[in-house]
């Protein structure tokens, strides 16, 4: 976990929040440096949304502090408002439906001193000249999205909150959304970035988060998690039976499949070694690293074993 600096954009300390019966968030601290993307991450109901909530100070947390821009955000100042972007998940909800996407850009713009043009925003974001002449009403799921980052980004924000920004989108757009993000990135912004697509977190953060069930569960850089995740699939087809292999310690997970086994281990080697020694007919065989998919599966099982919460 990083500790907390003076020149940190955000800082959440010790933040709890609950609803009934649920813990949206506990115990959770987070910072993010200048010019730092952050990517939290986490299944639906994880927390994310409720952390860039509170840390916008649109909900209060019932314990801890936040700082953002060096102020409390329930009462942030006009001038550290002007610092920020943001794209939130129910944000098409207080748009102005009978509007243009232009007139709600250009009225957007107008809220910064100093901001892009209204073209050179619907450029970034992949937003034709047709879908700006367009009530929002009559936009797609997808180009709502496109609007909002649009939004986001017009005011050459300090910090940007971007809340599953892609989701909705085609391939094509979020590689474009995915670029000027690193453009922004290397022109000092710094990002909090919430998704549960994996691949968004490699191809932007220089750290993640893994919220599950309201606790981080892991806080580092991104290029470490390469390094702490020496997991290998082993597909093949054996005749040792299915429950054998399953408690097997070298074992993470197996899975089958058409023809054969697919087994996620953190020690292939030896793993292959007792595979062939105890099946002669082994076959098939092919070895696959594993991704960071593998990563937060196997280490959100783990963690929720290790607090007796059950298997995922």
Request: net charge neutral; charged share 25%; aromatic share 6%.
């Amino acid at each position: 976990m990083h500790m907390h600096k003076s020149d940190d954009l955000l800082q959440i300390s010790g933040v709890s929040k609950q609803y009934s019966q649920v813990k949206a968030l506990e115990d959770v601290n987070l910072n993010i440096a200048p010019g730092e993307v952050l990517a939290l991450l986490g299944e639906n109901g994880a927390g994310k949304t409720t952390a860039i909530n509170i840390s916008l100070g649109y909900i209060r947390p019932d314990s801890g502090a936040v700082k953002l821009l060096g102020e409390n955000p329930v009462y942030l100042s006009k001038s550290a408002r002007s610092q920020l972007g943001f794209m939130l998940q129910n944000q098409e909800k207080s748009l102005p439906s009978s509007l243009s996407s232009k007139e709600i850009l250009q009225q957007t713009c107008s809220y910064y001193r100093r901001h892009e043009s209204v073209e050179r925003c619907a450029e970034i974001s992949g937003i034709s000249f047709d879908i700006l002449e367009k009530k929002y009403k009559e936009l797609s799921g997808g180009q709502k999205r496109s609007l909002q980052f649009a939004m986001a980004i017009c005011g050459h924000p300090k910090l940007l909150f971007l809340d599953e920004p892609t989701v909705g989108m085609d391939i094509r757009t979020r590689h474009k959304i995915w670029n000027h993000l690193r453009e922004m990135k290397t022109a000092g912004t710094s990002i909090l970035l919430t998704t549960h697509h994996l691949e968004e977190a490699e191809a932007l953060a220089d750290r993640v988060v893994l919220l599950d069930r309201g606790r981080i569960i892991y806080c580092g850089e991104i290029a470490g998690i390469a390094g702490m995740e020496s997991l290998t699939k082993i597909t093949c087809r054996t005749t040792i039976p299915i429950k054998s292999l399953e408690s097997h310690p070298d074992v993470i997970s197996i899975e089958k499949m058409d023809d054969g086994v697919m087994i996620t281990t953190k020690n292939s080697d030896a793993l292959l070694r007792w595979l062939s020694q105890h099946d002669e007919n082994l076959a098939n065989i092919s070895l696959k690293k594993g991704n960071l998919t593998d990563f937060f599966l196997e280490f959100t099982q783990s963690e929720r074993e290790r607090h007796g919460g059950g298997p995922v």
